[in-house]
């Protein structure tokens, strides 16, 4: 949805968008990896300090058939990786062996837990724009080429990525016919033709996976602008238990939002809780939640529910909807899957 | 900085333990600036007002004027757009509007871009200032309607006290997600008095307002804005928008805010004869001295 996004941007990313939380010195790999999970970034120094050897060898060790590790492990393994990356000084000699061992890990976390099928194809999608905003454009172009490859087959994420773009389209046309003289033309109709075809490719998509519930999520968006509520609703509804947090945060945010437009409020402040659970991060629902309760009279719980998360020193922000669509800030990406394999 | 006795206002606001804008049951007050020209009118009493809630005159209990404590809360711009000059100047202003503030006052910071950020903690003592706006840095987009909702929320609790909100801004919103009609509605319900400083040339409306929560909708679709939202919402609760076009003029414009705010008078009265739930219309008059009232257009009880 943001359009401004920076190489600067994506260098700081890991030190400004979310700072790393506080770290103890990790003794080994597995160490390093668990510190990560619970308590967030700091392990990159360390993680480049290990001789590559010893780093393929424990990653060797963590993929092994026989290997203890969950695929939560292994899946935030992947991320320090891309971390140890991205937040390198010398991201030409240390960017390369990184990201191949984050796929690597990845590669087992999909045999181990299939449904990080979705994790995998969201690193594969954001990875080549993080690594392109480094400077590491070959690396990019390898990954962006290895993803090609792997799901090349899978119609339905083909469907919803050109469904993206013409919602994005649609989105960006005025609701109304606002130009004027010899070259006006109907701004509205060219939103709704958008629409239309958009709807079209997410059917389909949805048709074909029924468990792309993303799809559904953009759907329904449509169907909200298009004031076709009960369709959005039931659309936002499947995408609630969707695998992936944001797409649950998303989802419980825009029902929430519709539900408090048809005066159910009750119903929309679960929703607006439900989507802070799955995004504690998430920035949004706190304000949403905050001004459903001040507007129903309950102030000391609307000024509650912004400290709680938002207004307070050192928050940590990382809000889905400014990596929605298709030109989605990529920061916000990379950090999304980050704060996604966090404990 | 002087120290006054506030032995004045504690006894204005003997009634107002509470310290919301309703106190009580029935008390309400009306932060009010009062201008000949641009001259602030100094030295009136509750005998020199005459205002109607509803229609219905009422009887004024109290009018305090510099001595209540003032709590600011400043709500600053720090998205792209600000970086550079922009940016020192606003922490010059911000760092001078401070220190011009008494012991009993009381200051918060927030700064926004994408995100809305406490900067700086509600604090009786200024010793954190220095520290809050070394953290400042400018990057992102601007969601303004949410730094104004959060600004106005996250409101000073300390009893007996005048609330003052600063918000900065270069620009027009771009990506909150509350609506701007939200936004407004929540100013008209508050006690708080919005003084803007908007600094740019074109106006623009985000269109995505006018028909969808603004999250959802896309916000590049901009039309000209007859009517700027800081305006609109320092109107909302009887404060004043300041347009400057160099950031050389912020110092200057925060100034005169702080000056401006501590002429303001602070009237209490208990509504009467009016129904005690909805939409209150508040009209503030001088009886017979000359000079022209500003104070919120109502209240929503």
């Known amino acids: 949805m943001r359009s401004y996004v920076s190489a600067a941007l994506i260098l700081l990313s890991a030190h400004v968008t979310v700072a790393p939380r506080a770290s103890a010195q990790p003794a080994s790999y597995r160490a390093l990896v668990q510190s990560y999970r619970e308590l967030g970034g700091a392990e990159t120094n360390a993680l480049r300090a290990m001789s590559r050897e010893a780093v393929a060898a424990a990653v060797d060790e963590a993929i092994s058939g026989g290997s203890s590790w969950a695929w939560e492990d292994l899946r935030a393994a992947a991320m320090l990786h891309c971390e140890a990356c991205v937040t390198a000084t010398d991201k030409g000699s240390t960017c390369e062996f990184q990201i191949m061992q984050a796929e690597r890990l990845l590669e087992r976390t999909m045999r181990l837990s299939p449904r990080q099928e979705d994790f995998a194809w969201r690193w594969y999608h954001v990875m080549p724009r993080v690594l392109d905003s480094v400077g590491q454009k070959s690396l990019a172009l390898g990954i962006e080429t290895q993803a090609a490859q792997k799901w090349h087959l899978d119609m339905a994420r083909a469907e919803y990525l050109q469904g993206l773009e013409l919602e994005s389209k649609g989105s960006h046309e005025p609701t109304a016919l606002t130009a004027v003289g010899p070259n006006a033309y109907d701004k509205a109709g060219a939103r709704a033709t958008h629409f239309v075809r958009a709807s079209e490719l997410f059917t389909t998509a949805l048709q074909r996976r029924p468990d792309l519930t993303v799809a559904a999520l953009h759907l329904g968006r449509i169907r909200m602008l298009e004031d076709k509520n009960e369709q959005a609703a039931a659309l936002f509804r499947s995408a609630l238990t969707d695998v992936d947090p944001s797409v649950r945060y998303l989802a419980a945010l825009f029902l929430g939002s519709l539900e408090e437009r048809e005066g159910r409020f009750d119903a929309a402040e679960k929703l607006y809780r439900d989507a802070m659970q799955s995004m504690p991060y998430g920035q949004s629902a706190p304000l949403a939640l905050s001004e459903l309760l001040s507007r129903t009279g309950r102030e000391a719980e609307a000024r509650s529910a912004l400290t709680a998360r938002v207004l307070r020193m050192n928050a940590q922000v990382v809000e889905p909807f400014w990596a929605y669509g298709p030109d989605g800030d990529t920061a916000t990406q990379f950090d999304l899957l980050r704060v996604e394999v966090w404990k | ?301």
């Open chain 2, 1 to 301: 900085m002087e120290v006054k006795p506030v032995v004045g206002a504690l006894i204005a606001l003997a009634a107002l333990q509470s310290a919301q804008f309703r106190a009580g049951v029935e008390a309400v007050r009306v932060d009010v600036l009062v201008v000949d020209g641009r001259k602030p009118v100094t030295g009136l009493t509750a005998d020199d007002f005459q205002l109607r809630d509803n229609g219905v005159v009422q009887r004024i209990d109290s009018v305090a004027i510099s001595d209540v404590p003032i709590s600011m809360m400043i709500a600053l711009d720090t998205s792209q757009s600000v970086a550079g000059h922009v940016l020192r100047e606003l922490k010059e202003g911000v760092s001078d509007a401070v220190a011009a503030l008494r012991p009993v006052d009381r200051a918060a910071l927030i700064s926004f871009s994408s995100d809305v950020r406490l900067t700086m903690d509600w604090a009786g003592t200024m010793e954190g200032v220095p520290n809050a706006l070394s953290r400042l840095r400018a990057g992102g987009s601007t969601s303004l309607w949410d730094a104004t909702f959060a600004a106005l929320t996250f409101s000073d609790d300390t009893p007996g006290i005048r609330r003052l909100v600063l918000i900065f801004s270069d620009g027009d919103d771009t990506s909150s997600w509350l609506p701007r009609d939200a936004v407004r509605e929540k100013a008209r319900r508050t006690d708080a008095v919005i003084y803007g400083v908007e600094m740019r040339d074109v106006y623009t409306r985000n269109i995505s307002a006018l028909h969808n929560r603004s999250g959802i909708e896309s916000f590049n679709n901009v039309l000209p804005d007859d009517s700027p939202f800081l305006e609109e919402v320092a109107d909302a609760t009887g404060g004043s928008r300041f347009r400057i076009t160099d950031a050389a003029d912020l110092r200057k414009a925060f100034s005169r805010i702080l000056i401006e705010f501590r002429t303001r008078y602070l009237i209490t009265y208990t509504a009467q004869g009016v129904d005690q739930t909805g939409w209150h219309a508040l009209d503030v008059k001088l009886k017979t001295k000359h000079g022209k009232v500003t104070a919120r257009r109502g209240y929503m009880r």
